[in-house]
């Protein structure tokens, strides 16, 4: 199974911040990446897909990018509802068997 | 609209087997390139995958519980339906079924149902 290392597993930051989350592949898994952010109490919800295409409705502070092992999530500009835990999940495996990483939780300072 | 609803019983006792219950709207199961996942959450914990059916209805497992896990579905319900045997005090979660859209999506989970709580307890 590729296995799925985010780091950090948990960040403080202040609002108007730039963040910046890293998840890491076993294996080369280009560029099926995606990530996800989580609420409390509530399900995840598609950011990107495809390591850096915004899924339909998320804000343009949010952006995707890297290659092969190595992925980045950005925020560009922290606001106040994006405190929350985010994870990547790689959709490589054929035949299908996703595997997520770890979250990270961003925290407000 | 599409949406996707969990149900099933929040408590069961450890050996017995759960059974829930996903339904479905806005979408058909048999489209081609869509599936459907279970995916769980122990608290406080990450996601875990468990199984897909995908449009042509094959399935798929998470392989450290595959020998547990029934996946299967009713299209004319609408419904898929997820069976995990011998239930254990760590299996307490949050259970979650979600559509998986391929081709331009990558087999994102890009729908998700609000999940329902199970603990297993005596």
């Known amino acids: 199974d590729i296995q799925m290392t985010q780091s950090p597993s948990s960040l403080s930051a202040s609002v108007g911040d730039r963040v910046t989350i890293t998840c890491r592949a076993s294996q080369n898994i280009s560029p099926y990446l995606n990530w996800y952010q989580q609420k409390p109490g509530t399900a995840p919800k598609l950011l990107i897909y495809?390591?850096?295409t915004l899924q339909s409705g998320v804000p343009s502070r949010f952006s995707g990018s890297g290659s092969g092992t190595d992925f980045t999530l950005t925020i560009s500009s922290l606001q106040p509802e994006d405190f929350a835990t985010y994870y990547c999940q790689q959709s490589y495996s054929s035949p299908p068997s996703p595997t997520f990483g770890g979250g990270t939780k961003v925290e407000i300072k | 609209q599409v949406t996707l609803r969990e149900s099933g019983p929040a408590l069961v006792k450890p050996t017995q087997t759960l059974t829930l219950t996903c339904t479905v709207s806005g979408f058909s199961l048999t489209t081609s390139g869509v599936s459907v996942s279970w995916v769980r959450q122990p608290p406080g914990k990450a996601l875990e995958w468990l199984a897909l059916t995908d449009w042509d209805d094959n399935t798929y497992y998470n392989s450290s519980l595959k020998t547990r896990l029934t996946i299967s579905r009713d299209t004319s319900k609408n419904q898929v339906v997820l069976a995990m045997t011998n239930m254990d005090p760590v299996d307490t979660a949050t259970y979650y079924c979600?559509?998986?859209?391929?081709?331009?999506?990558?087999?994102?989970?890009?729908?998700w149902g609000q999940g329902t709580m199970v603990t297993v307890s005596a």
């Open positions: 979600a559509r998986v859209s391929g081709y331009g999506l990558m087999d994102a989970f890009d729908m």
């Open positions: 495809g390591a850096s």
